[in-house]
């Protein structure tokens, strides 16, 4: 069987479970005699081996194996839960992870057999006395053969007419009529893909005539542990059987010669439908998806109702979709701009521009819905990483999550994991002081570090914070001029927050040694220029002694934005609503030079100007005697006046990318293309702070 086609949906799946296991052994080293816990990681075990084994993944296959014997014996209380247990399954789990990333790369899981972790595992058993080998053998044997044999199951099947005629036009061929129950075993996780391999060998033996249940429910897995078939075959009874004891999985096989005379048959009038197709390859993959809805079922039945009906689509095809909603943003654009050129009294055309704004305005909301997911996807595996961190420092720390259902555009969600990992590293290591110093402190001995999404407007904010020790300022002043980042005289006229934001500069590091957790200075400046390629913002707040707050501000959505659309000599530009505060007249009399810069002062703030037209070099249209207009924008608690020539108004605007020719400007985040065709530049306020 070709298993290829399944390749995206068994990573996707692996990932989910490897997740779900990293996760749920966390909980069982705070809670070592959870059942609920035990019993949720077995499953999870046995589903990963049993995918892993349907797609031909033997050293996975190996691994998750000896892993599930181990939680076999956990859950019948021979083996109690140790700590040297919990970090060989964490290494287990490091171990899968290494396969999936192979298989993701090249469809191939490697050649590390990883024997040394097996041996651990193994060893695990041979402790408590088990022999390996007795333990692995537990799968097969553990489903009650009994079940499929207490009774002639096959004889409930109803047959039609069709069917009643087929078996007699069979039997004076002298071909043989067979009743067979197959269960499959209680621990199986794919009963429908079992089923279908069930049907594939018998298939090979002879045909079948009719299965109860019918096939297709049989593929929509509504069945318990076993189904029958009456097959029509020119082979003994004994080599059908043999056939679908074949597979895998297959606790019993149960058989006998049929006769026709024992059978319920319908009347014709009450025939409602004819055979139905046996199960087909195709559906396998659905019998894997509908097996992790049931487990993610199961899993939640004691908190919340499951209501989630999704369905996997490849980023890219949004892509597609995101962009046709654009062209219709930009076409719905035309029409208003055609319409008002013309100041068309035309009631009913004006109703009806009216009625596509509102349709085009609703289906944008619902394709960004559609790209949104929730950061939980990320931040689920730094639970893990704080526990490895904890034990690599030797420094007592537990991480506090809020906020893991926040959503957020998947492009953002999928490039904003390196930058909290950076955050999460720097509070573990720099952040949180050692336990003799946190004593001294009147601190509790265990470090806390917070990580918070939540939505604000426009934006999504996370913050990463701890109760550490706080950034020393004097510290990272005299790093810098001993680097020759700043100089003594300047040094001495930098506020604080100044020379915080020093720490994002490429290669700075105030560690004194170089470890594996930090210490080479590649980090903070990761994380400012990865967070503003996002179109976002980074900033940090730190008090000595009582801990720090890394704040990142992102958009909710990258590729449509509310826009204001201005002037500057005889060009059009847009600047994101979401960074303009006001704006304001201003007369010229009111600029002051402030060492040699003009600032207004604006009720209670100085504010620095920045001219768009010497910025941008192009001639103002302005005379210089006349007032002037300010768009005040802000980025965190920074503040600046861009003084334009002309407001035109707020705009739905499509972001277009420059593409890779023009990266080197800084101040022009990308294009867009208004409604009468023109190309007008958007602003990068950030860059222009």
């Given at each position: 069987m070709d298993v290829s086609q399944y390749l995206e949906i068994f990573i996707d799946e692996s990932n989910e479970h490897l997740q779900n296991l990293n996760t749920q052994i966390l909980n069982l080293e705070a809670e070592p005699d959870n059942m609920d816990t035990i019993n949720e990681i077995f499953r999870a075990a046995h589903s990963l081996k049993g995918m892993a084994g349907t797609m031909g993944y033997k050293r996975m296959q190996n691994l998750t194996h000896d892993m599930e014997n181990v939680f076999s014996e956990v859950r019948n209380g021979h083996i109690k839960v140790a700590p040297s247990m919990i970090d060989i399954l964490f290494q287990c789990l490091d171990a899968l992870d290494e396969y999936v990333s192979n298989i993701k790369e090249s469809a191939d899981e490697g050649t590390n057999d990883n024997e040394s972790l097996i041996k651990q595992l193994n060893a695990i058993l041979d402790n408590k006395g088990e022999e390996p080998e007795q333990v692995k053998e537990e799968p097969k044997t553990s489903a009650p053969k009994e079940e499929a044999g207490d009774g002639k199951k096959w004889l409930n099947i109803v047959l039609d007419s069709t069917q009643v005629s087929v078996i007699k036009a069979a039997q004076e061929m002298k071909k043989n009529i067979y009743g067979i129950t197959v269960a499959v075993q209680e621990t199986c996780i794919l009963k429908a893909a079992r089923a279908f391999l069930v049907f594939k060998a018998v298939e090979e033996k002879g045909e079948i005539v009719v299965s109860n249940p019918p096939a297709q429910d049989i593929e929509d897995e509504k069945f318990d542990k076993d189904f029958s078939l009456i097959v029509i075959s020119d082979n003994s009874l004994q080599d059908v059987i043999k056939a679908a004891e074949y597979v895998s999985e297959i606790a019993?096989?149960?058989?006998?010669?049929?006769?026709?005379?024992?059978?319920?048959?319908?009347?014709?009038?009450?025939?409602?439908?004819?055979?139905?197709?046996?199960?087909?390859?195709?559906?396998?993959?659905?019998?894997?998806?509908?097996?992790?809805?049931?487990?993610?079922?199961?899993?939640?039945?004691?908190?919340?109702?499951?209501?989630?009906?999704?369905?996997?689509?490849?980023?890219?095809?949004?892509?597609?979709?995101?962009?046709?909603?654009?062209?219709?943003?930009?076409?719905?654009?035309?029409?208003?701009?055609?319409?008002?050129?013309?100041?068309?009294?035309?009631?009913?055309?004006?109703?009806?521009?009216?009625?596509?704004?509102?349709?085009?305005?609703?289906?944008?909301?619902?394709?960004?819905?559609?790209?949104?997911?929730?950061?939980?996807?990320?931040?689920?595996?730094?639970?893990?990483?704080?526990?490895?961190?904890?034990?690599?420092?030797?420094?007592?720390?537990?991480?506090?999550?809020?906020?893991?259902?926040?959503?957020?555009?998947?492009?953002?969600?999928?490039?904003?994991?390196?930058?909290?990992?950076?955050?999460?590293?720097?509070?573990?290591?720099?952040?949180?002081?050692?336990?003799?110093?946190?004593?001294?402190?009147?601190?509790?001995?265990?470090?806390?570090?917070?990580?918070?999404?939540?939505?604000?407007?426009?934006?999504?904010?996370?913050?990463?914070?701890?109760?550490?020790?706080?950034?020393?300022?004097?510290?990272?002043?005299?790093?810098?001029?001993?680097?020759?980042?700043?100089?003594?005289?300047?040094?001495?006229?930098?506020?604080?927050?100044?020379?915080?934001?020093?720490?994002f500069l490429p290669s700075f590091s105030t560690a004194k040694a170089v470890t594996d957790v930090s210490g080479r200075g590649?980090?903070?400046?990761?994380?400012?220029?990865?967070?503003?390629?996002?179109?976002?913002?980074?900033?940090?707040?730190?008090?000595?002694?009582?801990?720090?707050?890394?704040?990142?501000?992102?958009?909710?959505?990258?590729?449509?934005?509310?826009?204001?659309?201005?002037?500057?000599?005889?060009?059009?530009?847009?600047?994101?609503?979401?960074?303009?505060q006001t704006i304001e007249d201003?007369?010229?009399?009111?600029?002051?030079?402030?060492?040699?810069?003009?600032?207004?002062?604006?009720?209670?703030?100085?504010?620095?100007?920045?001219?768009?037209?010497?910025?941008?070099?192009?001639?103002?249209?302005?005379?210089?005697?006349?007032?002037?207009?300010?768009?005040?924008?802000?980025?965190g608690d920074k503040q600046a006046g861009l003084v334009i020539d002309e407001l035109l108004g707020q705009q739905e605007i499509v972001i277009k990318s420059l593409g890779k020719y023009m990266k080197q400007t800084k101040i022009i985040s990308g294009a867009t293309i208004l409604g009468d065709g023109e190309v007008a530049l958007i602003l990068d306020t950030n860059a222009l702070l």
């Open positions: 019993s096989v149960v058989g006998d010669v049929i006769d026709l005379n024992n059978m319920k048959k319908q009347k014709e009038a009450n025939v409602q439908e004819e055979t139905k197709p046996v199960a087909s390859a195709a559906k396998v993959v659905e019998a894997e998806k509908k097996e992790a809805a049931k487990a993610t079922e199961k899993k939640s039945s004691g908190s919340k109702p499951v209501v989630n009906r999704t369905v996997r689509v490849d980023i890219e095809k949004l892509d597609v979709l995101m962009n046709l909603v654009s062209e219709l943003i930009i076409a719905k654009n035309s029409l208003v701009s055609t319409t008002g050129q013309e100041q068309s009294q035309d009631d009913a055309f004006n109703e009806q521009i009216e009625y596509l704004e509102s349709v085009t305005t609703n289906l944008h909301e619902s394709v960004m819905k559609v790209r949104m997911v929730p950061i939980e996807s990320v931040v689920s595996k730094f639970p893990r990483m704080i526990r490895d961190l904890s034990k690599k420092l030797g420094k007592k720390m537990e991480l506090y999550m809020s906020g893991e259902d926040t959503e957020l555009d998947r492009t953002v969600v999928d490039e904003i994991g390196d930058p909290l990992m950076h955050l999460l590293r720097n509070s573990a290591d720099h952040g949180l002081e050692s336990a003799e110093l946190r004593a001294e402190r009147g601190k509790p001995e265990t470090g806390s570090i917070f990580l918070d999404a939540y939505q604000d407007g426009n934006n999504v904010i996370i913050e990463v914070r701890d109760d550490g020790n706080g950034i020393d300022v004097e510290k990272v002043r005299n790093k810098a001029i001993e680097r020759g980042t700043i100089t003594a005289e300047q040094a001495v006229n930098m506020t604080d927050k100044e020379i915080i934001d020093l720490l590649v980090g903070l400046d990761v994380v400012r220029s990865k967070i503003e390629s996002l179109s976002g913002e980074v900033e940090v707040r730190s008090k000595l002694g009582e801990g720090s707050t890394w704040t990142i501000r992102l958009p909710l959505t990258l590729a449509i934005i509310q826009a204001l659309m201005i002037e500057v000599g005889n060009e059009k530009y847009a600047i994101s609503l979401g960074s303009i201003i007369m010229v009399d009111d600029i002051k030079l402030v060492q040699n810069k003009e600032v207004i002062h604006l009720r209670g703030n100085v504010i620095p100007l920045v001219r768009l037209s010497e910025v941008l070099e192009v001639e103002s249209t302005k005379k210089d005697d006349e007032s002037m207009v300010v768009v005040i924008v802000k980025k």
